[in-house]
């Protein structure tokens, strides 16, 4: 009949969140701005990759205020006798930004490689399972997270086979400024996703760094998987018509 204990970000982490809400909302607008100098059938990347900050700005801005979370037991087989439980403050907030943003993040690559759209079909739904059962595994109170965990890793195995093998390919096919632009943002998403389930582990699934360390971890990840990405994307356009894409 012990205490329960309440863990969640500190000032610090709130203002962190703050700083990456400020580059993700500055970044929509360059993005806009760069896209309304182009002729209309010229902004799809920049509209694309535009809609990525811009949910992700309003995420941050409800993380940094302290909302859209609930708090999780996460130390549920802990048996002591001064500490019954740690109630986790768990952002919720995340994986519904990232359930918008990641579709949006493989759209900006499949659309680059010229994809034939029941593959981009196919790959959005199957990331779609991915942000879900990390959700549904964050909240759950039991070892069946990490049941929830598996399932989603392998939807990641899928979606990344599909970009280091067929989309590379197709990209390349198309010329080599296509599989320039292709190569390189499409490494660095592999890279990064990767990382997304290792803090997963550490925060939501294992509870083994502080709410604060989570918003580190997280945004510096979001920072390189959003607005990096998203100049790199852009930047990697310049010179390629879309109409050779089939745009
Ligand atoms: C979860 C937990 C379940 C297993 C896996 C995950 C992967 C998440 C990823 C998120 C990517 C987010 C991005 C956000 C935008 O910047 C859901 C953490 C595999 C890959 C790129």
């Known amino acids: 009949n012990g205490k329960t204990v309440d863990i969640a970000i500190t000032v610090r982490g709130s203002d962190w969140y703050w700083t990456v809400c400020a580059v993700m909302t500055t970044c929509t607008f360059v993005f806009l701005g760069l896209g309304i100098t182009k002729p209309r059938q010229h902004r799809i990347f920049h509209y694309i990759t535009?809609?990525?900050?811009?949910?992700?700005?309003?995420a941050y801005f409800s993380m940094a205020s302290n909302l859209g979370w609930t708090p999780i037991d996460v130390e549920f087989l802990r048996n002591d006798?001064?500490?019954?439980?740690?109630?986790?403050?768990?952002?919720?907030?995340?994986?519904?930004?990232?359930?918008?943003?990641?579709?949006?993040?493989?759209?900006?690559?499949?659309?680059?490689?010229?994809?034939?759209?029941?593959?981009?079909?196919?790959?959005?739904?199957?990331?779609?399972?991915?942000?879900?059962?990390?959700?549904?595994?964050a909240l759950v109170r039991s070892s069946y997270k990490w049941g929830y965990f598996a399932f989603g890793c392998a939807a990641l195995f899928y979606?990344?086979?599909?970009?280091?093998?067929?989309?590379?390919?197709h990209a390349?096919?198309?010329?080599s400024d296509v599989g320039k632009a292709f190569t390189i943002c499409g490494s660095l998403t592999t890279f990064?996703?990767?990382l997304y389930p290792l803090a997963w582990g550490l925060c939501e699934g294992g509870n083994v760094i502080s709410p604060d360390s989570e918003a580190i971890f997280y945004g510096i990840l979001d920072l390189f998987a959003k607005p990096v990405f998203g100049a790199l994307l852009i930047w990697g356009h310049r010179g390629i018509d879309p109409a050779r894409l089939g745009l």
């Open 192 to 194: 990064l996703w990767i």
């Open 159 to 169: 979606v990344v086979w599909v970009l280091v093998w067929e989309a590379r390919r």
């Open 50 to 58: 535009a809609a990525i900050t811009m949910v992700a700005a309003i």
């Open 81 to 137: 006798p001064v500490v019954r439980g740690i109630n986790r403050e768990i952002f919720y907030v995340r994986y519904i930004d990232w359930f918008i943003t990641t579709p949006l993040l493989l759209m900006d690559l499949l659309l680059t490689a010229a994809m034939p759209w029941p593959t981009l079909l196919f790959v959005v739904l199957v990331d779609e399972v991915m942000i879900v059962t990390g959700l549904v595994g």
């Open 172 to 175: 390349n096919a198309l010329g």
